[in-house]
């Protein structure tokens, strides 16, 4: 009877995991949306090219490994700090740790920014100790006049070694801009210095979380 | 009976579980392919009617090819000329002609493409997912370009906004965006069909021509007459969809077999481990049949097993087909044409309930030999046996 009971358990354990993630899929239908003016939730960066970036940012780097910081713990700090709702890059982040034998040598992080024409998508290295180590876009849309001072090589080098306390502003830390490509060349600095607050966040958070951690890295 | 039968079951627990195991992966196989048949003719049914177009009239070549890449917003190679929309507005049958001008853009240095279409607002009777979510109706100027969801969200545009085409070198304004609708609608740039015929340089060029009728029944005639445009063919929804489950019919016919393959060995799973119970336990429904157990108890002793081994598995690969479905499904979109948005697996119960009733029958159908074989055994067996 114990058996038959036992028996009776395991069918009916069995018939619940069949039916309680049951599916109607060909009924599935969009949800309505509301009719609002807000911009389109931004989809996560994708990095496009992590080999030539790494190589690029980290010349001496052998892999990457990518960690995972969900960050809603310190999201209203966050947000206090960031002056904006975190998006969809931010939390949770991604952090590609990049690695030279086994050690690591820095992060890199990938957001996308609204500049003046469109979406601009920026990698940016950075150092075990919270510094910019190097900028790179890898997709814009901006006007020749434009694009060449945000793609040129004296400008993303005016990041390097800044931190997260810098101001990132064009003609204080930064250096001035032709007034064409100002609007987008600071909402470049805004990201890379968003991305380095997030990083300090998720760094604290990381490290609370795992102890040992900071001494491996 | 019903414990002897558990009892019976649990004494190999490894050959059973193996035989249940054959079971289920015959049973989600087939859950999986008639689901996703089903699935499969709903959503591009579905597609197609939201096209909203009963006849597409493209350049000359392969006609479906065209007409999955006009509805896939991909460019053709070849174009119509814009005398063709003229001829075609003057046929009787036709309700609405909307010109399509479409190109894509790929953007090397960003390893993305960048999809335009260029469309007069005759289209919009043909799109009822045309939505404006935010931003002015149509275009008002010729630099206005209304952006899908995906490309809006992907750009960071709001109306208002400035846009650039780096490749074709020209600055827009963003006019709209545009509500999900869930087609490839969602990734396009859409400008005036003007503006798209200067931006690629096809003055009086066409990618396509969507058509809707005055009266669907028309559509043979109508596209007789429209056949008869130089330069152009004319591919109805209705054989594009006839074309396209033709295609699908087949590949799942082939699946089919294998699954029925499948089904076939499991069977024999079951045949085999209920001959091996009767050669184990010839002693025991030997001493059954001494102490006045008739044949058709044995007999059903035997089926009841089966029952409960396949019944088992019948569950388990329902719940195999709803856990792998998925993956499955993400594999078969690979290979079939004109995969419809949205999800394929269509599992319900009225594709479960005919799966579980074939592989019950399979189950029964195997129990019978060996279920016989256990109910002629003679009664004075016992004696032999000890």
Same mark, same amino acid.
């Given at each position: 009877?114990?058996?038959?009971?036992?028996?009776?358990?395991?069918?009916?354990?069995?018939?619940?995991?069949?039916?309680?993630?049951?599916?109607?899929?060909?009924?599935?239908?969009?949800?309505?949306?509301?009719?609002?003016?807000?911009?389109?939730?931004?989809?996560?960066?994708?990095?496009?090219?992590?080999?030539?970036?790494?190589?690029?940012?980290?010349?001496?780097?052998?892999?990457?490994?990518?960690?995972?910081?969900?960050?809603?713990?310190?999201?209203?700090?966050?947000?206090?700090?960031?002056?904006?709702?975190?998006?969809?890059?931010?939390?949770?982040?991604?952090?590609?740790?990049?690695?030279?034998?086994?050690?690591? *040598?820095? @992060?890199? !992080?990938?957001?996308?920014?609204? $500049? +003046?024409?469109?979406?601009?998508?920026?990698?940016? #290295?950075?150092?075990?100790?919270?510094?910019?180590?190097?900028?790179?876009?890898?997709?814009?849309?901006?006007?020749?006049?434009?694009?060449?001072?945000?793609?040129?090589?004296?400008?993303?080098?005016?990041?390097?070694?800044?931190?997260?306390?810098?101001?990132?502003?064009?003609?204080?830390?930064?250096?001035?801009?032709?007034?064409?490509?100002?609007?987008?060349?600071?909402?470049?600095?805004?990201? *890379?210095? @968003?991305? !380095?607050?997030?990083?300090?966040? $998720? +760094?604290?958070?990381?490290?609370?979380?795992?102890? #040992?951690?900071?001494?491996?890295? | 009976?019903?414990?002897?039968?558990?009892?019976?079951?649990?004494?190999?627990?490894?050959?059973?579980?193996?035989?249940?195991?054959?079971?289920?992966?015959?049973?989600?196989?087939?859950?999986?392919?008639?689901?996703?048949?089903?699935?499969?003719?709903?959503?591009?049914?579905?597609?197609?009617?939201?096209?909203?177009?009963?006849?597409?009239?493209?350049?000359?070549?392969?006609?479906?090819?065209?007409?999955?890449?006009?509805?896939?917003?991909?460019?053709?190679?070849?174009?119509?000329?814009?005398?063709?929309?003229?001829?075609?507005?003057?046929?009787?049958?036709?309700?609405?002609?909307?010109?399509?001008?479409?190109?894509?853009?790929?953007?090397?240095?960003?390893?993305?493409?960048?999809?335009?279409?260029?469309?007069?607002?005759?289209?919009?009777?043909?799109?009822?997912?045309?939505?404006?979510?935010?931003?002015?109706?149509?275009?008002?100027?010729?630099?206005?370009?209304?952006?899908?969801?995906?490309?809006?969200?992907?750009?960071?545009?709001?109306?208002?906004?400035?846009?650039?085409?780096?490749?074709?070198?020209?600055?827009?304004?963003?006019?709209?965006?545009?509500?999900?609708?869930?087609?490839?609608?969602?990734?396009?740039?859409?400008?005036?069909?003007?503006?798209?015929?200067?931006?690629?340089?096809?003055?009086?060029?066409?990618?396509?021509?969507?058509?809707?009728?005055?009266?669907?029944?028309?559509?043979?005639?109508?596209?007789?007459?429209?056949?008869?445009?130089?330069?152009?063919?004319?591919?109805?929804?209705?054989?594009?969809?006839?074309?396209?489950?033709?295609?699908?019919?087949?590949?799942?016919?082939?699946?089919?077999?294998?699954?029925?393959?499948?089904?076939?060995?499991?069977?024999?799973?079951?045949?085999?481990?209920?001959?091996?119970?009767?050669?184990?336990?010839?002693?025991?429904?030997?001493?059954?049949?001494?102490?006045?157990?008739?044949?058709?108890?044995?007999?059903?002793?035997?089926?009841?097993?089966?029952?409960?081994?396949?019944?088992?598995?019948?569950?388990?690969?329902?719940?195999?087909?709803?856990?792998?479905?998925?993956?499955?499904?993400?594999?078969?979109?690979?290979?079939?044409?004109?995969?419809?948005?949205?999800?394929?697996?269509?599992?319900?119960?009225?594709?479960?309930?005919?799966?579980?009733?074939?592989?019950?029958?399979?189950?029964?159908?195997?129990?019978?030999?060996?279920?016989?074989?256990?109910?002629?055994?003679?009664?004075?067996?016992?004696?032999?046996?000890?």
């Amino acid at each position: 009877m114990r058996l038959g009971f036992r028996l009776l358990v395991l069918v009916l354990a069995l018939a619940a995991f069949a039916a309680i993630p049951w599916r109607k899929a060909s009924h599935r239908e969009l949800p309505p949306r509301a009719h609002t003016w807000a911009a389109e939730v931004s989809p996560v960066c994708p990095w496009r090219e992590p080999k030539p970036d790494l190589l690029a940012l980290f010349p001496t780097a052998t892999n990457y490994v990518t960690e995972t910081c969900v960050l809603s713990s310190v999201t209203s700090e966050l947000r206090k700090r960031l002056g904006r709702q975190m998006n969809s890059d931010e939390n949770p982040l991604r952090i590609y740790r990049v690695r030279k034998e086994g050690q690591c *040598v820095g @992060s890199i !992080l990938v957001t996308r920014v609204k $500049a +003046e024409h469109g979406g601009v998508e920026i990698v940016t #290295g950075i150092e075990p100790g919270g510094a910019v180590h190097g900028v790179l876009i890898q997709s814009q849309r901006e006007p020749e006049p434009i694009a060449e001072v945000i793609a040129s090589a004296a400008f993303r080098a005016a990041f390097v070694g800044k931190g997260a306390a810098a101001p990132f502003r064009l003609g204080d830390d930064l250096p001035e801009v032709p007034a064409v490509a100002r609007p987008s060349a600071q909402s470049i600095a805004d990201g *890379v210095h @968003s991305q !380095l607050i997030v990083l300090s966040f $998720a +760094e604290v958070l990381l490290a609370n979380a795992d102890p #040992g951690l900071q001494h491996a890295r | 009976m019903l414990v002897l039968m558990a009892r019976n079951l649990w004494r190999h627990p490894l050959r059973n579980g193996l035989t249940l195991a054959g079971i289920a992966v015959a049973m989600g196989v087939m859950v999986c392919i008639v689901s996703f048949g089903d699935g499969y003719r709903q959503a591009l049914r579905g597609e197609l009617d939201r096209a909203g177009v009963q006849m597409m009239l493209v350049p000359l070549g392969c006609p479906y090819d065209a007409a999955v890449r006009v509805l896939k917003n991909q460019t053709l190679e070849n174009s119509l000329p814009a005398s063709a929309l003229v001829a075609v507005r003057r046929d009787p049958a036709v309700a609405v002609a909307a010109p399509l001008l479409m190109a894509a853009l790929p953007r090397q240095n960003d390893r993305r493409t960048d999809l335009w279409v260029g469309l007069d607002d005759t289209a919009l009777q043909l799109k009822p997912w045309w939505q404006v979510r935010a931003g002015q109706a149509w275009f008002n100027h010729a630099h206005d370009v209304i952006l899908g969801s995906d490309a809006a969200a992907l750009e960071m545009r709001v109306p208002g906004d400035k846009l650039y085409s780096p490749e074709i070198k020209q600055e827009f304004r963003v006019a709209s965006v545009l509500n999900r609708s869930g087609t490839s609608d969602d990734s396009v740039f859409f400008v005036s069909l003007a503006t798209a015929q200067q931006m690629f340089a096809q003055s009086n060029r066409l990618t396509a021509i969507a058509v809707r009728l005055k009266d669907p029944t028309l559509q043979r005639e109508a596209a007789t007459r429209l056949q008869r445009i130089p330069g152009a063919q004319v591919v109805t929804m209705t054989e594009m969809m006839g074309t396209f489950l033709n295609l699908l019919g087949a590949v799942r016919t082939l699946v089919l077999a294998v699954a029925s393959i499948a089904m076939m060995v499991s069977a024999l799973t079951v045949l085999n481990t209920l001959l091996a119970a009767v050669l184990e336990r010839a002693n025991e429904f030997a001493m059954m049949r001494a102490i006045g157990a008739s044949r058709a108890q044995v007999f059903g002793l035997l089926l009841g097993e089966s029952m409960a081994l396949t019944c088992c598995g019948g569950v388990a690969g329902a719940g195999l087909a709803l856990v792998a479905g998925s993956p499955i499904e993400a594999l078969a979109k690979d290979w079939v044409p004109l995969t419809p948005g949205g999800s394929l697996l269509s599992i319900s119960p009225s594709t479960v309930l005919p799966c579980f009733l074939l592989i019950l029958g399979v189950g029964a159908l195997a129990a019978v030999y060996p279920a016989w074989r256990a109910a002629r055994l003679p009664p004075a067996l016992v004696t032999k046996l000890g």
